[in-house]
């Protein structure tokens, strides 16, 4: 049993490192998060009020007791389950730790099955369909415009695109998903502007939720019939890779990189985000949504996003990471980091 519970983390650490033993809390498998940062090496740095803070020279990774907020490199995470404290101890679900922290902390780590060709752009909404609308914007227009944007710019550096819709027509979320499924060798990027309480403002990123996790987005609350997806690593790698450079340029509110159980990424066979550009019902955010500026500045930062995540994941291969730690008969593949603009310098770093 403990060796499947090991093996589980698929962190490379040897199946007589009982170290990894789990706990159950609540009907969940957790760890250590002491026993985590020993892994990964990071050390105690001071953390902002009501955090705890570890680090190396790549990454500040930062967590509060019985939160879900997870914060790299002042990025912020939410995850599946909230960090626990038990018996005087913190612990981490070992679905955050394999399917989040992993990917985030070591993505070189990661392989793509094959090389990434074709990014499919999913300008959400459409036609009678309008989203969320405000005196500001109109959320199908903005979505268009930012994705028009997006395929300019990745086709100039030579990138083939696919769009689930280049005008103002409705598409079923079928028809989109079944664009992206049958487009080989893809990603998936679905855009969205939000619509929420007048002073609710800022930038979020969603990618599905792991196998057997909700989310406040769920349709279902019956974990057993709660589907993850093969790409649950590269899903995280990708939203990573765009939203770090998104909140970095537009000095948007981070609302997170968050789970959810939307029906466009649901049924997906394609690493998938959906990504929300900002609250068309805030006024300031929603003026400034309209303007071609600001689209420009969404657009520039998914590209650059896009590039960052197959230049370290979706080349088909994965990017050789420098300097490899080892612990047991694994190893920590670090020097690496694909948050965009990150102030905490590496060897490696896109």
Known sequence: MLLGLIMLLA????????????????????????????????????GRAGCISYGDQHHVVSIRPEKQDFYVNNYRYILSYPIRRHHDKLFISAIDVKKLVDPVLRPTRLKSRNAVKTIVIDPGHGGHDAGATSPWAREATCNLAVGLKLKAKLERAGYRVVMTRSTDVFLTLGQRVAIANRTPDSIFVSIHHNSGRRAASGIETFTLAPQGTTSPFARTRLNDELQGNEQDSE?????????????????????????????????????????????????????????DSYREKLANSIYEGIVAYIRTVGNGNGLKARNTR???????????????????RGTTRL
């Open 11 to 46: 962190v490379g650490v040897s199946a007589k490192d009982t170290s990894w033993e789990m706990t159950e809390i609540g009907g969940v498998k957790y760890v250590s998060l002491n026993r985590m940062w020993k892994f990964y090496r990071l050390s105690t740095k001071t």
């Open 235 to 291: 899903n995280i790698a990708l939203a990573t890779a765009v939203h770090s450079r998104a909140i970095k340029s537009t000095k948007a509110i981070d609302r997170g990189i968050q789970r959810a159980r939307f029906s466009v990424l649901c049924t997906i066979t394609r690493p998938a985000i959906l990504f929300e550009g900002g609250f068309v019902s805030n006024p300031e955010e929603g003026r400034l949504i309209s303007t």
């Open 326 to 344: 080892t612990m047991g008969s694994g190893s920590v593949q670090g020097g690496s980091s694909i948050h965009g603009g990150s102030t905490y």
